[in-house]
Nanobody, 126 residues
Framework: QVQLVESGGRLVQAGGSLRLSCAAS????????MGWFRQAPGKEREFVAA???????QYSDSVRGRFTISRDSANNPLYLQMNSLKPEDTAVYYC????????????????????WGQGTQVTVSS
């Protein structure tokens, strides 16, 4: 069982930056592909960014060029650097993980992942 814990969410003004972290309790994540998703009030959960075991990345169109996903060389934790934040980025952000033997596979759908954190709230004021 993988337990994921997100941190770093808070209230920030538009144009500001935040870095979210996601740590796994009890194990390293070198055998897991990982991703970030978000859910705004009244909306469905949506893909934000993902990273393979090898470091390949994918981003949603809405965050590409502003957000950067990365993982520590020791495989803990996962990060999401968010720059030039906009009010529409306001959401609960979740990290997710899935065991995979593939080095370069990246999952962009929620169903691709088996483990989820509890989420961290990001609020961007205008």
């Amino acid at each position: 069982q993988v337990q994921l814990v997100e941190s770093g969410g808070r209230l920030v003004q538009a144009g500001g930056s935040l870095r979210l972290s996601c740590a796994a309790s009890g194990r390293t994540l070198n055998m897991y592909a990982m991703g970030w998703f978000r859910q705004a009030p009244g909306k469905e959960r949506e893909f934000v960014a993902a990273i393979s075991r090898y470091g390949n990345t994918q981003y949603s169109d809405s965050v590409r060029g502003r957000f950067t996903i990365s993982r520590d060389s020791a495989n803990n934790p996962l990060y999401l650097q968010m720059n030039s934040l906009k009010p529409e980025d306001t959401a609960v952000y979740y990290c997710a993980a899935v065991f995979t033997t593939a080095f370069t596979w990246v999952g962009v759908r929620g169903v691709d992942y088996d483990y989820w954190g509890q989420g961290t709230q990001v609020t961007v004021s205008s």
